[in-house]
């Protein structure tokens, strides 16, 4: 390597988010663990003794721990940049997709439980409990509707079905979440037996007002700050391929926005037709002092609609989110790995990575290919090599390319090299098999925060 090897990060060196996970792991187990405590100490020795008892006592546990989960889970999405900057956004993202089927679980166990625990206390039937409870029970109709939210959105949250619902729509049924935390919280604290004790009281209304408060300054405080400094808006629109085109954003001191090459923002343009929903898109160059450029690739009724924006459109943005950045590698040395829209924030990446970095672009055509001239540029300024992988997925080239033998052929050193994957997710899938079957360790394989 010539001297600017220096400038590298050193193989020890870590992002901070590496070494997060597992005290975040530890914190919420912990916590876990204190909100099913307070049943344990508010329930008397010996008061579980028959069959009824031990299903309301089942039923009051998984209560607690299916509302702590649903705090976690909607804290985790709350968008305030220190938790996404400490933990990772593609990690919060991917423990929020978990725990999303841990709270359904556990929300439809407590019901369950608790129904028939005072159904068989009452001598009555499971249909005949749920009515009265229903009808005579106080805040006990926004529990159920709560839960009717819940479990609608786990299931439209599978992949099969998600897939084929608009976007907008998909972000419209979610915001009902919030929703559900307004049910909760009456739920909880009118008819919550373990929530009673001034201790418990507490306990609850702190973890209630931190959610609160992160979600406030999040999703509201934050944004209004940033955007009264920058006064961002649309300067221009560029077609970049047949479907593929980009955004460029003007503001004031962009230099103090703090944003990294591999970056991405939520942005929320303020037409007619779009102004109540945003959508994240990455950065496709790295930041400067002039402009921010975002490159979309449509895949709703929205994003199709961005590539008529008019130059002057005001822009909202939140962010800048994620970790996938040069800073977090590990050597001297790195590959990146992109297809369809993935290309944007690898373009933006390969303005940031050191000299003697291997870039795999893959697409069907080189009609599909963008911003060629600027990567071959860049290859040529930065000592960088470009591979252009183009073909149907049966095409000789392609088929091997994801393979222990193509991979090899490409880049020899792989394993020796921080890896950085955007694309389809067949793509990612692949890439990250293949690079575990050369031996590449995980924590030198770097994904999007949208590649999971």
Not at 298 to 306: I, K, N
């Amino acid at each position: 390597m010539t001297g600017k090897r220096s400038s590298a990060p050193s193989s020890q060196a870590a992002h901070p988010a590496d070494g997060n996970r597992l005290l975040v792991l530890l914190v919420f187990w912990t916590l876990l663990a204190a909100s099913v405590a307070l049943w344990w100490f508010n329930t008397p020795a010996g008061s579980v003794t028959d069959l009824a008892g031990g299903l309301t006592a089942a039923g009051r546990i998984t209560g607690m721990a299916g509302g702590f989960v649903l705090l976690v889970q909607v804290l985790m999405m709350s968008r305030v940049s220190w938790l996404e900057e400490w933990a990772g956004a593609h990690d919060l993202m991917i423990w929020h997709r978990q725990l999303g089927a841990m709270t359904t679980g556990l929300i439809l166990a407590h019901t369950a439980l608790i129904i028939e625990g005072y159904a068989l206390s009452s001598s009555v039937s499971f249909g005949s409990q749920t009515w009265t409870m229903l009808t005579t029970y106080e805040d006990m109709a926004g529990a159920f509707a709560a839960t009717a939210i819940l479990v609608t959105i786990a299931l439209l949250a599978i992949r099969s079905v998600r897939r084929w619902m608009p976007y907008e729509l998909w972000h419209a049924l979610h915001l009902t979440t919030y929703l559900v935390l307004l049910l909760g919280y009456g739920h909880q604290f009118t008819l919550g037996s373990d929530l009673q004790t001034p201790v418990a009281r507490l306990y609850w209304t702190a973890l209630y007002a931190v959610t609160v408060a992160c979600l406030v300054w999040g999703r509201v405080l934050e944004p209004l700050v940033l955007n009264a400094r920058h006064r961002l808006k649309v300067a221009a629109v560029v077609r970049e391929s047949e479907t593929m085109f980009s955004i460029y954003v003007q503001g004031r001191n962009l230099d103090r926005l703090g944003a990294r090459a591999g970056q991405f923002f939520r942005w929320r343009f303020l037409t007619p037709q779009g102004w109540w929903q945003s959508h994240p898109f990455s950065l496709s160059s790295a930041p400067n002092r002039q402009w921010l450029r975002l490159t979309v690739n449509p895949v709703g009724d929205h994003t199709t609609q961005l590539r008529f924006l008019r130059p002057g459109t005001r822009v909202i943005a939140e962010g800048p989110f994620g970790t996938f950045t040069a800073d977090r590698q590990r050597h001297s040395k790195a590959l990146l790995i992109a297809a369809g829209s993935g290309i944007a924030p690898i373009r933006a990446l390969l303005e940031r990575t050191p000299p003697n970095t291997v870039l795999i672009y893959r697409a069907r055509s080189a009609e599909e290919v963008v911003f060629r001239d600027e990567l071959d540029d860049l290859a040529a300024r930065r000592g960088a090599r470009i591979h252009y992988v183009l073909g149907s997925r049966e095409d000789p080239w392609p088929r091997s390319l994801f393979t222990p033998e193509g991979m090899t052929d490409l880049v020899p050193d792989a394993t020796s090299r921080d890896v950085y994957l955007c694309g389809p997710p067949a793509l990612i899938s692949a890439a990250v098999d293949v690079l575990g079957h050369l031996g590449v360790p995980e924590r030198q394989i770097h994904l999007d925060p949208f590649e999971f």
